[in-house]
């Protein structure tokens, strides 16, 4: 079927910037069927995971027709039917493939083959009437325009496959969506962080809360540790994810890796003890360097182009309940918050955060930020932490966990654990909207392709493999009220553990929650100092297998999910296999951002306390002797040495007397 897509999407109100020469911006909207696979049994999850990640390399690959289509296209006559047809036939026979196994090992789910059609949606695209910066960034303008030059050119040559690797010569918006690659940012997704209202909101603390935090430090990535896989959402499955992922602490993180293989990883956090691995889409600057993965799955193949930023600073705090005490975590728990398809899917899993140093109590959630100068980019996420207390894992990998209502309450049945905020600030500037990044390149996180690299599909995951001593140290930290873990200065004495303010909080009520916050206004350029350090290399081992977690009571889990002797050399991966990030984060915690974004509302009902501790002895720190407490022993020999020294001094005038 032809139809006119630039006159459908103008007449709807939409001001269309060109998807190629037709004049149309679109994407290709597909519903997600792990909104609705909430139960499968466990032996059929490794066939659904698969064909799960099947669907997604469809819809990826039916994007990137729609981009060679709308390139070609005559006054934005583009034959719909010649990109959607055989993309719902492959839909079609995937979710089959997904229902039979499903039906297998268990009760056939219904209704499945109704999401198999998918359309195109129009977008809303860039305004070139934001104006061209603010006046610093004017007067930056030249400067940073001939120090990206070079790299400018060098992206000319990387060989993207939709044409659109480059800013257009007049100036203005490149073609497609936006951005290097053709599928995005554009003028709208960002806002100038001084337009928003403080929004954030502290949730009150209750008489038995507990007020303490427990923080590790991990690193930045220096050392550049990157895949796109997914070891969560797409176990045994390469490039699973799309884009590629930032990661933190374990070392061993790929598709194939088993617990065993986690358990037996290295790890880039001070305390050695954790061997968690945290990891989120990595921040580009779409400034047309060509990156090691810029002919690779997952990179500038599927439109995530541009330079890749190591973070300035990650911290990764575990705090407590506004309500009650905290539980241990299960060994090997995995935690997904935000929605990557959020864009498509809508924001009902969204937990997007986004804000400037200097103005953290101000968050967007659809809008990357105009910082001023002096001021950094801030990602923060906010983990669920309330855990059903049985599963480490679920069929659509949320249903264990749960948010927290603003009172600390858990839903039924479900116990609070300490709840992980990480904060990852980058110093780069707010870009040129005006010419679409020439001036001063744009920013954006990798994505799905069709996901267009909105902001709000910001997303991260965790999976637990602290060592269970310390686990339980951070836990008995936390209920005691003390702030402990490694670069943790002194904190207040049990009892005074107030979370810090994130800002103004005038007016405000206690709901809604700080994820979700108001769209911000119009966007205006405000410029500020860019100093970005580029990442080197791409880690992407793999292992066979996968195990699963200690604490799970569903049939087919491994409850004790013992170390192994390393994890498997055999790569199947295009990149070096992983390897350790040895640079610590050297920042000390700014737990005053990250504590001040409470959880969004989830569902009420009572908190589960087990797992309470009592008092707790000294904060296990991971610094120096005065930290740790070790340097109580050296005491005595101390004083043993400066009375020996005396004793020598007096022999010494005693023989010169004898003398």
Same mark, same amino acid.
Request: glycine residues 14%.
């Given at each position: 079927m032809a139809v006119n897509v630039f006159a459908s999407a103008t007449e709807s109100g939409n001001a269309a910037v060109p998807l190629g020469s037709s004049g149309v911006a679109a994407t290709v909207d597909c519903p997600d069927l792990t909104e609705r696979l909430t139960a499968v049994p466990e032996q059929a999850r490794p066939e659904v995971d698969t064909e799960l990640a099947h669907l997604d390399e469809q819809v990826a690959a039916a994007y990137r027709q729609l981009q060679e289509a709308a390139r070609t296209a005559d006054d934005g006559i583009l034959d719909e039917g010649a990109i959607l047809d055989p993309l719902k036939k492959e839909r079609t026979a995937t979710i089959e493939r997904i229902a039979a196994a499903v039906d297998k090992a268990g009760d056939r789910p219904e209704g499945l083959d109704a999401l198999a059609g998918c359309t195109l949606r129009r977008t809303e695209i860039a305004s070139t009437a934001a104006g061209s910066g603010s006046p610093d960034q004017q007067g930056r303008g030249e400067q940073q325009g001939q120090d990206q030059e070079q790299g400018r050119e060098q992206g000319k040559g990387q060989g993207q496959e939709d044409g659109a690797g480059e800013q257009s010569g007049d100036g203005q918006q490149p073609p497609g969506n936006g951005g290097q690659a053709g599928n995005g940012p554009v003028a709208v997704d960002y806002a100038d962080i001084k337009s928003v209202q403080p929004n954030v909101v502290r949730a009150p603390r209750q008489r038995n809360a507990s007020t303490g935090s427990f923080s590790t430090s991990c690193g930045v990535n220096a050392e550049g540790l990157f895949n796109s896989d997914n070891l969560i959402a797409a176990p045994g499955v390469g490039n699973g994810a799309h884009h590629f992922h930032d990661y933190v602490g374990n070392q061993a993180n790929n598709a194939f890796a088993s617990d065993e293989d986690l358990a037996a990883g290295d790890t880039s956090c001070a305390d050695r003890g954790d061997k968690s691995s945290y990891y989120w889409p990595v921040l580009r600057l779409q400034n047309g360097t060509v990156e090691q993965d810029a002919q690779s799955p997952g990179g500038g193949i599927e439109g995530n182009a541009g330079e890749i930023v190591t973070p300035a600073e990650v911290t990764l705090t575990f705090e407590g309940?506004?309500?009650?005490?905290?539980?241990?975590?299960?060994?090997?728990?995995?935690?997904?918050?935000?929605?990557?398809?959020?864009?498509?899917?809508?924001?009902?899993?969204?937990?997007?955060?986004?804000?400037?140093?200097?103005?953290?109590?101000?968050?967007?959630?659809?809008?990357?930020?105009?910082?001023?100068?002096?001021?950094?980019?801030?990602?923060?996420?906010?983990?669920? /932490?309330?855990? #059903?207390?049985?599963?480490?894992?679920?069929?659509?990998?949320?249903?264990?966990?749960?948010?927290?209502?603003?009172?600390?309450?858990?839903?039924?049945?479900?116990?609070?654990?300490?709840?992980?905020?990480?904060?990852?600030?980058?110093?780069?500037?707010?870009?040129?909207?005006?010419?679409?990044?020439?001036?001063?390149?744009?920013?954006?996180?990798?994505?799905?392709?069709?996901?267009?690299?909105? =902001?709000v599909t910001d997303h991260s995951d965790f999976i637990n493999v602290f060592d269970e001593d310390l686990m339980?140290?951070?836990?008995?930290?936390?209920?005691?009220?003390?702030?402990?873990?490694? #670069?943790?200065?002194?904190?207040?004495?049990?009892?005074?553990?107030?979370?810090?303010?994130?800002?103004?909080?005038?007016?405000?009520?206690?709901?809604?929650?700080?994820?979700?916050?108001?769209? &911000?206004?119009?966007?205006?350029?405000?410029?500020?100092?860019?100093?970005?350090?580029?990442?080197?290399?791409?880690?992407?081992?793999?292992?066979?297998?996968?195990?699963?977690?200690?604490?799970?009571?569903?049939?087919?889990?491994?409850?004790? *999910? =013992?170390? &192994?002797?390393?994890?498997?050399?055999?790569?199947?991966?295009? /990149?070096?296999?992983?390897?350790?990030?040895?640079?610590?984060?050297?920042?000390?915690?700014?737990?005053?951002?990250?504590?001040?974004?409470?959880?969004?509302?989830?569902?009420?009902? #009572?908190?589960?306390? *087990?797992? &309470?501790?009592?008092?707790?002895?000294?904060?296990?720190?991971?610094?120096?002797?005065a930290e740790t407490g070790s340097g109580l022993g050296l005491w005595p020999a101390a004083v043993g040495g400066v009375l020996f020294a005396g004793g020598c001094v007096l022999l010494v005038r005693s023989r010169r007397r004898a003398l």
């Open positions: 309940n506004e309500r009650g005490k905290v539980t241990e975590m299960p060994r090997l728990l995995r935690i997904i918050t935000g929605d990557a398809k959020a864009f498509v899917n809508g924001d009902t899993n969204a937990n997007a955060s986004w804000s400037c140093t200097g103005f953290e109590d101000r968050q967007l959630k659809d809008k990357y930020p105009l910082c001023p100068s002096g001021s950094d980019v801030v990602r923060t996420f906010t983990f669920q /932490s309330c855990w #059903d207390g049985r599963n480490t894992d679920s069929a659509n990998h949320r249903t264990h966990m749960a948010f927290a209502a603003a009172d600390g309450s858990c839903p039924a049945g479900f116990r609070p654990v300490p709840r992980l905020v990480q904060r990852v600030v980058y110093d780069v500037a707010a870009p040129s909207l005006a010419d679409g990044g020439r001036t001063v390149p744009l920013f954006a996180v990798d994505s799905f392709p069709e996901q267009l690299h909105k =902001p339980r140290e951070m836990v008995e930290c936390i209920n005691s009220g003390r702030e402990c873990g490694g #670069d943790t200065p002194p904190g207040p004495e049990p009892g005074e553990g107030e979370e810090q303010p994130g800002g103004n909080d005038d007016g405000q009520t206690a709901e809604p929650p700080a994820e979700q916050t108001a769209t &911000a206004s119009a966007p205006v350029d405000d410029g500020k100092n860019d100093g970005k350090a580029p990442t080197q290399g791409q880690g992407q081992g793999q292992d066979d297998g996968k195990g699963a977690g200690k604490d799970d009571v569903r049939p087919g889990r491994d409850e004790t *999910a =013992p170390p &192994a002797g390393g994890a498997s050399d055999a790569g199947a991966s295009a /990149s070096a296999a992983p390897r350790a990030a040895t640079t610590q984060a050297d920042a000390p915690n700014d737990a005053s951002g990250a504590g001040a974004v409470p959880e969004r509302t989830g569902g009420t009902g #009572d908190s589960g306390n *087990a797992g &309470a501790s009592g008092p707790a002895s000294e904060p296990q720190a991971q610094g120096g002797l």
